[in-house]
């Protein structure tokens, strides 16, 4: 893994409130590039091959509505848990991130994913 996917996740292990996991896939191919979970029962590599279905089927619904648009990201909320999938900008990778919507701040959340999203095209 390269350094930084390992600073990436560190990072948001240690500055988002509530931290579950977070992994880092590629549309195209499904492979997950990095992953981390501080749950032992929390797999961010499965969480995410099945959240790469709903990214295809999100861009096969933009497609067909002809709508000329990008996805940002993805919101799941869940009883106890916020899953974000936010894709990079150029529509290559995604980054799944698994919190405690008890703990966590979205915003904060966001904002984070936001700096590291405009990396990842230029660092993968």
Do not use: C, W
Request: proline fraction near 1%; aromatic fraction near 8%; charged fraction near 25%.
């Amino acid at each position: 893994m390269s350094d930084f996917l390992q600073n990436f996740q560190n990072d948001l292990r240690e500055n988002i409130s509530g931290f579950i996991a977070v992994s880092v896939t590629e549309i195209e191919t499904g492979m997950s590039y990095s992953s981390l979970s501080v749950d032992a029962t929390f797999d961010p590599e499965l969480a995410s091959a099945y959240n790469l279905e709903v990214v295809k089927a999100k861009l096969n619904a933009i497609k067909a509505l002809g709508l000329n648009q990008k996805i940002n990201d993805v919101l799941i909320t869940l009883t106890d848990q916020l899953h974000i999938i936010d894709v990079s900008e150029d529509g290559k990778y995604f980054i799944y991130l698994a919190v405690d919507a008890k703990k966590a701040n979205l915003g904060l959340t966001r904002a984070v994913l936001s700096k590291f999203k405009k990396d990842i095209i230029s660092k993968l």
